[in-house]
């Protein structure tokens, strides 16, 4: 257990419609990120987030927004979906003192 | 950030010393070097990070020469668990983090 968490583990939609997935980061943790990873795919960084604040931006669609808020939890918002969204979401969090990343189980997400 | 090459893919089989070897010819004098696992539909795991020289844990060691432009994850006595995709990142904090491909490791009985 990394102590990343997310919500929800599933998630079916249909194309057009709107989703959040959620990620709360490991305690002491500032900063989250979150990753997409399509099947047989590397994870592809989409955007991170240090104390409520954006830090760094990937190959984030603008159809997806994020937020981080004041209790460090950030969540990913996914609108206008595609079938080509379909994919694991992943976040982490960062332990700022040994600079390493811990993942949580991520969000699996079908767009149908 | 510095690009990092790794092997695809690689095969080994059970018992056996592992070593999985990445280039980063640009690194910066700052930089870290970062291993992580990843199983199937599983986040990435952190395995090993050093700057110089050998690190050692409790599951591998990370052999970084003197130039430090490349660097060698060796996993001792694999088994058939250790099949998975291992990760080389380089980069210092507040980096965004980078994720390559990766390189398949099959184990085989």
Known sequence: DSGVTQTPKHLITATGQRVTLRCSPRSGDLSVYWYQQSLDQGLQFLIQYYNGEERAKGNILERFSAQQFPDLHSELNLSSLELGDSALYFCASRDSSTDTQYFGPGTRLTVL | ?109
């Open chain 2, 1 to 109: 950030l510095a690009k990092t090459t790794q092997p695809i893919s690689m095969d080994s089989y059970e018992g056996q010393e592992v070593n999985i070897t990445c280039s980063h010819n640009n690194i910066a004098t700052n930089d870290y070097i970062t291993w992580y696992q990843q199983f199937p539909s599983q986040g990435p795991r952190f395995i090993i990070q050093g700057y110089k020289t050998k690190v050692t844990n409790e599951v591998a060691s990370l052999f970084i020469p003197a130039d430090r432009k490349s660097s060698t994850l060796s996993l001792p006595r694999v088994s058939l668990s250790d099949t998975a995709v291992y990760y080389c990142l380089v980069g210092h904090r507040d980096d965004k983090i980078i994720f390559g491909k990766g390189t398949r490791l099959h184990i085989l009985p």
